[in-house]
């Protein structure tokens, strides 16, 4: 099977190192990958969203699977513009369509499908430049912190968590006058949940579907979770406190909700879906949804997957998957980003990495890096993701810890305290 995979982060190394484990694979192509990718793949100078090139590419090269690792090309349809094509008829794709992108694409939609289905999510009201006043008086109903959310897809930046009153009435007017672009063009305010995050992973042929498990990344620059925002400095799976009780809940009201809503609304769905979780007292409710895998989730959940992938995705194209092996890993794999100094802010690009040969007992998985003159360099905030397996979560980040001290560039900076709160 030749195979060719979207994407250049850390979540698409982890993907391509799945499956290039598989038996049916003859061929991986990554587009456009990264110096991780590179030496397990061949790498393919196209973007994720040039839907035109990527098709001459899949025609040109026999492809049997199009994996989609990122959010935009699905948003945008890349399912849709190659199904519209007779000449790809044959293809697999895993991802959405347009129409079940829509649930990452729009907050907006998304909450109006878990309240169409009964899906525990927080209380909330969508706001536009015309209903402001609305938003405001709504505003004042809840207590503090207060949520906003831009609709639409703003890079993970789009989420403001704030204190006062006064700053969200003024912020929800900036989001609205363009402070994220089109992105913010509706805002969704939310009933703020007092709770601990955590993710659950599944893969879906539109019909029945395989838990990947559950995993915890750690979101803020600074130790203890304080700082600014980032795409993920860390994560651990399975999530200690998501034991068999809370495990059945999530699956009995929140998954299998979530696939049968998709059915009910004439959605055909195939591929990864994301449920961003609040653990509320023993009991989930869902904060976003996402169509694609997390970062850096992907490198510790694709690691305790022991199914071949490539078998998975197949039973899931062609709508088997309830019939597909399926086992997951019973170790605990946690996983320790290193970034760029000045992430999440301004940082400099092209700082040499060494050491990672030196690694013992861990997988390295490449982020932000690129060759360049026989080199591997940086080439993003987050660089390089250092995944662990150990009997204990704790035994797991030991081994991270300890493979995180053998690899070094100009300015590294990572958070020492994963896992802190668990």
Request: net charge negative; hydrophobic share 40%.
């Amino acid at each position: 099977m030749k195979v060719l995979l979207l994407g250049s982060g850390g979540r698409e190394h982890a993907l391509a190192w799945k499956i290039n484990q598989s038996e049916r694979l003859t061929k991986l192509y990554v587009a456009p990958g990264n110096a991780g990718t590179a030496e397990i793949a061949e790498n393919v100078n196209i973007k994720v969203t040039d839907f035109d090139a990527l098709a001459t590419f899949v025609e040109n090269n026999a492809i049997d699977m199009l994996v989609v690792g990122p959010e935009d090309p699905l948003v945008e349809g890349v399912r849709d513009y190659f199904e519209a094509d007779a000449r790809f008829a044959h293809l697999m794709i895993v991802g959405p369509g347009k129409a079940g992108a829509i649930l990452e694409g729009s907050k907006d939609f998304a909450k109006e499908f878990m309240f169409r289905h009964h899906i525990p999510t927080a209380g909330y009201l969508t706001v536009t430049k015309d209903n402001l006043e609305k938003g405001f008086t709504f505003l004042e109903t809840l207590k503090p912190p207060y949520v906003l959310k831009a609709d639409g897809l703003a890079a993970g930046k789009g989420v403001l968590i704030l204190e006062n009153l006064e700053e969200a009435k003024r912020e929800l007017e900036l989001m609205l006058g363009g402070k994220f672009g089109k992105a913010g063009n509706q805002v969704v305010i939310e009933e703020y949940l007092k709770g601990i995050e955590l993710s659950v992973f599944a893969l879906t042929d539109g019909k029945s579907y395989k838990i990947l498990g559950s995993a915890k990344d750690y979101k803020r620059i600074g130790e203890g979770d304080v700082g600014l925002n980032t795409g993920g400095m860390g994560a651990v799976s399975p999530v200690p406190f998501a034991n068999d009780e809370f495990n059945r809940k999530v699956e009995e009201r929140i998954v299998r909700p979530t696939i049968e809503g998709l059915q009910k609304d004439g959605i055909d769905y195939k591929g990864f879906v994301f449920f961003g979780l609040m653990n509320v007292g023993g009991d989930p409710y869902v904060i976003e949804y996402n169509v694609r895998m997390g970062d850096p989730e992907t490198e510790v959940v694709m690691p305790r997957l022991k199914t071949d992938i490539l078998a998975l995705f197949k039973a899931m194209a062609e709508g088997e998957l309830e019939q597909a092996a399926f086992e997951l890993d019973d170790r605990f794999c946690t996983t320790v980003m290193l970034v760029s100094q000045g992430y999440p802010g301004d940082y400099e690009k092209g700082k040499e990495i060494t050491g990672v040969s030196d690694v013992k007992g861990s997988i390295v998985f490449h982020a932000g890096t690129k060759l360049a003159e026989g080199k591997v360099v940086t080439n993003g905030g987050r660089v390089i993701a250092v995944s662990s397996f150990g009997k204990t979560m704790r035994e797991a980040l030991a081994q991270s810890y300890e493979n995180v001290a053998k690899i070094h560039f100009e300015g590294m900076n990572f958070r020492r305290d994963i896992g802190f709160d668990l």
